[in-house]
């Protein structure tokens, strides 16, 4: 059984950074692709960051790319997701996921999510 449990969430300015978690149990990380979706309110599920499970690929969208980074520490099986100068589009909730090598995005497990709140 996999389970994805993010962690870092929280209340920011504009300008500001925080640090997303996701700690997997049930799977060794480095196996598969993950990934970090967002969705905020009234707004359809967005695919941020991903990368392949043999590091090859990474993907940022278009909307964070020079502002998010992920990535992974394997010994702790944890999947990382910085995001530096945040704007109030940034306020969602976000989630890990992880998908095999085939699942792209990674999209076969998700996490139960952590809000993030960036005030203008």
């Known amino acids: 059984q996999v389970q994805l449990v993010e962690s870092g969430g929280g209340l920011v300015q504009a300008g500001g950074s925080l640090r997303l978690s996701c700690v997997a149990s049930g799977r060794t990380l480095s196996n598969y692709n993950m990934g970090w979706f967002r969705q905020a309110p009234g707004k359809e599920r967005e695919f941020v960051a991903a990368f392949s499970w043999n590091g090859f690929s990474t993907w940022l969208s278009d909307s964070v790319r020079g502002r998010f980074t992920i990535s992974r520490d394997n010994a702790k099986n944890t999947v990382y997701l910085q995001m530096n100068n945040l704007k109030p589009e940034d306020t969602a909730v976000y989630y890990c996921?992880?998908?095999?090598?085939?699942?792209?995005?990674?999209?076969?497990?998700w996490g139960q999510g952590t809000q993030v709140t960036v005030s203008s």
């Open positions: 996921t992880t998908g095999t090598g085939g699942n792209w995005p990674p999209d076969e497990y």
